[in-house]
């Protein structure tokens, strides 16, 4: 725990940026989308620092731009062959050439230092940082946890849990043990669950309330996961069926556990072999941020085509509605990613031989990403977040300028305990009495149970 001085009064002042209704623009300002976002002023790690984020479609380059507190002798030069990708962040270790007091501004200029974009000036240290809400338009104020190089974790009012407040057991005792993590309905009878170590997946079948793995086809124990060339340990954290087969997302090799190591892995869940063996990989690892070995992606979905078209989603690629004819071969629909260690989604074009596209990166509003859900019935997007965020849920929709954005925050099941939950999944099932079955994963295995299942409203 940090402690902080922190003051009586805090003054926020956002200068605003050319283009911004209802704002007046600073004289010589040019218009950008990359904007101040976050600011750590006392006790950070290694020290002070500044974040941007880019709010637009496209990266900016911001080789040479220049950070500056409330002396203009104090200056940050960005380093040259920098990039803020599109809905990306990016935070600067500024006490290297200065230190941000507890009465002080950030500041940012274009290349040279004399044209100003954007300005936070504050009157006392925050308890842990200042940040905008939402992320790169909303007003500045005290955010915490500190979410250095990712959304900002803005307060929101949860709603309770839209279903039941009952949560029962839907496991057998000590079946699965710890680290079962990501879980995905192939249909009302198939439930398909990964654990990250030992490597392994599981397909699951109904047995009377309860749920279990398979007892025919040599699920009985569930099957070893294994990369392309049969070696290796794949961290497997979340799991997704769809209609292009079924797909694992992994953070790590367990085999050599210290290092990341972000793959979507394809696997052929047909066969009769008790291993099986990666017969598509994306390695994703230089695409994503640089981010602790066991602290990246958890959590996998997918979105057809047809529903992202028909509802307008934007490629952040192109910078305009999104095309599936632009990425050959990538199958029937984009998945979502979500990481763990910053809370951001990533949405891919998974293409042929390994190659793929970002085409989106989407803010969930967490500082951690544990699963996601993609509902066909509702067209949300779920995201869960573990006993980190008090086990909570949000949903997120394509909004008018076709961006999947928070819609809703849920609290957990009042009849569910804060569990370390690493898997939900939405039952396909028909409604009985208003409601659908979900399912949850608990890494943690706590009371001898990692599985529990609950009801959602249709």
């Not at 946890?145 to 309770?160: E, H, I, Q």
């Not at 396909?428 to 001898?448: E, K, L, M, T, Y």
Request: aromatic share 8%.
């Amino acid at each position: 725990m940090r402690t902080r001085r922190i003051g009586l009064a805090v003054v926020a002042l956002s200068v605003a940026v050319l283009g911004l209704a209802g704002t007046p623009a600073v004289a010589g300002t040019q218009a950008t989308t990359v904007r101040i976002n976050e600011v750590e002023s006392s006790g950070g790690s290694p020290g002070d620092w500044v974040e941007l984020v880019n709010t637009g479609g496209t990266a900016v380059d911001v080789s040479g731009w220049v950070l500056k507190d409330n002396d203009n002798t104090h200056t940050f030069t960005i380093a040259a062959g920098t990039t803020i990708a599109a809905g990306g962040f990016r935070a600067f270790d500024v006490e290297s050439a200065f230190g941000l007091g507890s009465s002080d501004s950030a500041r940012l200029y274009l290349p040279g230092g004399g044209t100003l974009v954007d300005s936070y000036t504050w009157t006392a240290h925050a308890a842990v940082t200042y940040g905008r809400c939402p992320d790169g338009t909303g007003a500045f104020g005290a955010t915490s946890p500190a979410t250095k190089g990712a959304a900002n974790s803005c307060a929101a009012t949860p709603t309770p849990w839209p279903g039941g407040a009952a949560v029962t057991v839907a496991d057998g005792s000590n079946v699965f043990g710890t680290n079962l993590s990501g879980l995905s309905f192939e249909s009302a009878g198939v439930l398909w669950a990964v654990r990250n170590g030992p490597s392994t997946i599981y397909r699951l079948t109904p047995n009377g309330a309860t749920w279990r793995p398979d007892p025919a086809g040599g699920w009985s124990s569930g099957k070893g996961l294994r990369y392309a060339n049969g070696g290796g340990d794949p961290d497997a954290e979340g799991v997704v069926s769809t209609p292009d087969g079924t797909f694992v997302v992994t953070e790590r090799d367990n085999d050599n556990s210290g290092t990341s190591l972000a793959k979507v892995l394809k696997y052929d869940t047909a066969s009769s072999a008790g291993t099986l063996n990666a017969t598509a990989e994306w390695n994703l690892t230089a695409d994503l941020p640089s981010m602790a070995a066991n602290s990246g992606p958890e959590g996998i979905s997918f979105v057809p085509d047809a529903y992202l078209t028909a509802h307008g989603f934007l490629d952040e690629h192109t910078g305009a509605a999104y095309q599936p004819g632009s990425y050959a071969g990538h199958g029937s629909g984009l998945f979502f990613v979500g990481v763990e260690a910053n809370g951001t989604i990533y949405a891919y074009a998974l293409q042929a031989a390994g190659a793929y596209t970002r085409v989106a990166t989407i803010t969930s509003g967490f500082p951690a990403v544990m699963d996601l859900e993609f509902d066909p019935a509702t067209g949300k997007l779920w995201a869960e977040c573990d006993d980190t965020c008090q086990g909570r849920h949000a949903t997120l929709e394509i909004n008018a300028q076709g961006r999947f954005a928070r819609t809703a925050l849920y609290d957990r099941p009042t009849g569910m305990s804060n569990y370390n939950n690493e898997g939900f999944a939405i039952s396909p099932a028909a409604c009985v009495n208003s409601r659908r079955p979900v399912i949850w994963a608990d890494d943690g295995n706590d009371g001898g149970h990692a599985l529990r299942s609950g009801t959602l409203a249709c």
